[in-house]
C-alpha cells in the first residue's frame, strides 16, 4: 500500500519549534517532489513549502519565510518541516503530497497522494 505518514505535530508556545517528518511507505521518495500544505478551520488548504525531486528547488509561503525550513533524506525516505519562531496563525492542519517528477505550490494543487496530516497547535 502506497501512503505518506507525516509526524511531529503538537501543542508548543508561540516562539517555539517543531519538526514536521513525511514518510513514505511502500514507494521510494527519490523521484518525488513534496509539498507541505496546511488547513486552518474555516479556511482552505494553502501551500507552506514545497521541493522538487532533486532538491535543487524550494519554495516557502511569505507567511514563513525565514522560520521554516524544508529538507529531504532520501536514504530515511523522509521529508522534513522544520518550524522555527511560531506563531498561533500558523496552527492549522499539515499535510504533505508527493508527485512523481513534479510538484506543485500553489492553491488547489493536488498531489497524487497526501497523507492523513498532523495537528500544530500554538498557543500559551
Known amino acids: 500500500q502506497l501512503q505518506l505518514v507525516e509526524s511531529g505535530g503538537g501543542l508548543v508556545q508561540p516562539g517555539g519549534s517543531l519538526r514536521l517528518s513525511c514518510t513514505a511507505s511502500g514507494f521510494t521518495l527519490d523521484y518525488y517532489g513534496i509539498g507541505w500544505f496546511r488547513q486552518a478551520p474555516g479556511k482552505e488548504r494553502e501551500p507552506v513549502s514545497c521541493?522538487?525531486?532533486?532538491?535543487?528547488?524550494?519554495y516557502y509561503a511569505d507567511s514563513v519565510k525565514g522560520r521554516f525550513t524544508i529538507s529531504r533524506d532520501n536514504a530515511k525516505n523522509t521529508v522534513y518541516l522544520q518550524m522555527n519562531n511560531l506563531a498561533p496563525e500558523d496552527t492549522a492542519v499539515y499535510y504533505c503530497?508527493?508527485?512523481?517528477?513534479?510538484?506543485?505550490?500553489?492553491?488547489?494543487?493536488?498531489?497524487?497522494?497526501w497523507g492523513q496530516g498532523t495537528q500544530v497547535t500554538v498557543s500559551s
Open positions: 503530497g508527493a508527485d512523481h517528477l513534479a510538484y506543485g505550490c500553489y492553491v488547489g494543487y493536488e498531489y497524487a497522494y
Open positions: 521541493i522538487t525531486y532533486n532538491s535543487d528547488t524550494t
